[in-house]
Each structure stands twice: as structure tokens, then as C-alpha cells.
């Protein structure tokens, strides 16, 4: 096994000495210096990653494990599945089974899930009362020893085996390392949900092989790399994607885009080119624009030159996440996609909150005043010429303190058409009217920045279910 260490800071110096040396070909940090070597491995650039042949990739920080592997796959093209937890290497206590139940209560609370069934009882290792875990209105019941009278505390009823609690239909099986087992569960138990969780150092070993194998018989299957282990959650219900939907991903670079049909890369600006890519130079389309109102080049594209039932925008280095688990093993699928929108009209990022700021302040302060005394006065005109009906809901969200961010969003063709003909009817008018030849390159993005507000403005004068979903953070 080939290992290359990610970061040489504080985890790093507390295990190094636990390290299993003869598996590490070099170790990779951002502070790397040209010709460092720690003992006789050398340290590199992330940047020379793809340079250097592994198995594996273990990234040794906890606070920041999201992020850097978020990094690697993106910037640096790492497959998801070389990338591990400096636990794999030191052999460390494994924190997986307090991580599995810390994920089973978020997801409890979030999705409303009513009936509970803990297998092995793990709960009770760690939790006195059920609604110090999931509150109140949980039934959590269990499979195992009635050993103490303050189980009754946590448990609605305790089930000496699995074949005595399955007549019970649950919404979530906490399986916890089930491996060896989990084909039985799954056939003596019914539930939407069954949650669980393997070791990174477990990983490649026939068992989780064989346990991923029998889950996808099963149902849909997401493995969340957490920096404590892979918690894997398995959906049962019988699911289906939604037609004719396409979610283009607006990059400038290149970038390691998501392997799945529902997200379609898209090219916008002079910077680079992709002939596999969708391009904003092709068809109806509103390119030399680009370097003054960003995205808002692809989704007038979009609006013109496709005809999917349902359009999305997202951005290369942002992308909505299925729920509340930030997780890049939970971003947006056509299976979740579907769901949401049978219930809702529109998918936008969750609103970004100004912290006591308005939404006038927020962006004046990220800008030049000539800027945006300039940007402000040549969208106002073009608003009060072309829409005036809308001045005052402009007006209330500048002044408000909270707006939908980066025009991310998945909805309907006709809503679409709706949003994008009443925000071009002023918006190219307004970009081109303004002389921004004197300005840095972002300050010259005053009127995308501007646009970026307008779905705010137009959704308030709109009787729309909205759902707001996490996105990526950058």
C-alpha cells in the first residue's frame, strides 16, 4: 500500500511517531518547501500530486477534512475513493460508531423520522435519556439484553432478537458495523432508512465489499467520508429521476466535474477552452458580456439555447447539497432533485444573512464606491424604465438583510422563461451602458454582482414554494 500524507501541522506532529513509515511514498502541504524531505520522505505541492503514484491519500487534520478533500477532488482531480483519514495510517481508536449515532441524530431531527429501531444498542453506550439524543417524539426501540430498568429511559421496547422486532415498520435502522449481517437485517426488517458505518481501516477487506455489494440490492446507496470512518446510508424506497432535467456546471477552469449525467459542464469566458464542454460562444448568447455580469452569460444561454423540462445553474467550485448533511457524497442526485420539486417550485442556495448588515451595506463595502454608486445607478434606471412595477420590491431587498446567493437554482422550464425574461429586459441594457475600462477586474463585476440579488427581488412579487438547499462551501 502506497500512502501519501496531506498536511504536516498539529495531527501530523502528534502521530507522526504511530506512522507506518515504509507505506508513505511523500507527504504534500501547502507550505511545502522545494527540496524538503521529512526523514527520507519528501514533502510536495498539492499541485504535484498527480505526479506521484498511490493508493491512497490520508488527509491529517479533523476540523478541516471536509474542506481539504473537497479541494482534492476539485482542483487537484483525486478520486473520492483514495482519499482516507490519517486514522488508516496510525492504526488510531476508531471514533466510527459515536460519528454513525452523532449522523442518526441529525437525521432524526431533520427529516422528522418517527420510529427508530437501534440494533446491538449502541445508543445506550452513550446517551442516558432518549431526548437528550432525539427528542421527544422519536420512538426509539431496540435489539438486545433488557439489562438495566434505566434503559427504559431511552427505549420504547426492547426486542431480545431481530425476528421479534420485525413486525414493526421503521423509518431508520441504526446498524452501526454491521458487515458481517447486514443481508439478514435487511431481510427481517423493513424501513426507509438503514444507516451504518465501516472503518477506514477496514476499507478493501472482503467483508465491506461484500457489505456495499448487498446494499445496493437494496436500494440506493451514499458513503459520507467523515474524518472518524464512512458512514453509509442506505435508501430503500423504490425511487425515480425526474425526465428532462439538466443542472449546467459554470467553470472558467479546469475542474474535476461530478460524475453523473444530471450535472452537464459549461464554459464561460476567454480563459479556457474544452471542446467536450458547452460553450457560451455557440448559439444565441450574450458572451462579450461575461467579464461584467458572470454567470448571468450561461443562464441567459441556457434560456435560449435549451429545452430540458427542468434547467439548473451551478457553479464548479459550488453545488447543492441533497439536505442538511454537507457531505461531498451527498450532493444533489435526480433521485432528491425529483422529490423536491413534486413538493416545490424552485430550488435556490440557502439565503445568505448579512450579520446585522442590509444587503446594500453588504455589497457597497465588497465594492469601490465609484463602483457601485455607478453599478446602482445604471440598474435602477434600467429597472425603473423596463420594469418599473418593481422598484419597490428592489428597494425593500436592498434595505432587507438577507438574499438568495451565487444565482444558484433548479426549477421548471416556465419558470425559467418567466425569471430570465423579466431579468434581461433591463439587465443587458444595464451592463452595457456602464464604462468600467478604468476598473480592476472585480470591480468591473459591479452588475453581475447586482444581478446576483435580482432572484431576491423577483421572487418577492412571486407566490412560489422555494426550497433552499446548503451549497458547497468555498
Known sequence: ??????????????????????????????KAIIGETIGNVPVIRPQDIQDVSCDYIAIFSNKLFENIKNELMGEYFVPEEKIVSWRMLVNADDYGEFKNLEFCNNMI????????????????????????FAGETAEIFAVGEAKYPAYRRIYQELFATVESAKEITYDLLMLGDCTDRLEYMLDNLQSRYA???WAYEKLGSAAVVNCRNVAERYGRLYSF???????????????????????????HKKYNMPEDDLYVPFVVGEQYKDHSYLSEHTGENIAHLNPKINECTALYWMWKNTDC??????????????????NSGNYLDGFH???????????????????GQTVWEQLRVSVSEDAFEKGMAVVRA????????????????????AFYICNMFVTRREILNQYCEWLFSFLIEAAESIDVSTYGAYDKRIIGFLAERMWTVWLMKQDLRIKELPITEV
Open 1 to 30: 500500500m502506497q500512502v501519501i500524507i496531506y498536511g504536516k501541522g498539529q495531527v501530523f506532529e502528534r502521530y507522526k511517531e504511530r506512522v507506518l513509515w515504509e507505506n508513505v511514498v511523500a507527504i504534500a502541504d501547502k
Open 109 to 132: 431531527r431533520k427529516k422528522g423520522l418517527k420510529k427508530v429501531l437501534d440494533v446491538g444498542m449502541k445508543l445506550a453506550s452513550h446517551y442516558l435519556d432518549k431526548s437528550e
Open 195 to 197: 444507516v451504518g458505518y
Open 225 to 251: 467520508r467523515m474524518a472518524e470512518g464512512i458512514i453509509w446510508l442506505l435508501d430503500r424506497r423504490l425511487q425515480e429521476t425526474l425526465d428532462s432535467v439538466k443542472l449546467f456546471v459554470v467553470t
Open 309 to 326: 423540462e427542468y434547467v439548473g445553474l451551478n457553479h464548479y467550485r459550488r453545488r447543492f447539497y441533497n439536505d442538511w448533511n454537507r
Open 337 to 355: 432533485l425529483k422529490e423536491i420539486l413534486e413538493e416545490y417550485d424552485l430550488v435556490m442556495a440557502e439565503a445568505l444573512l448579512c450579520n
Open 382 to 401: 434600467a429597472l425603473m424604465k423596463h420594469q418599473p412595477d418593481y422598484m419597490e420590491a428592489f428597494e425593500a431587498v436592498l434595505q432587507g438583510h
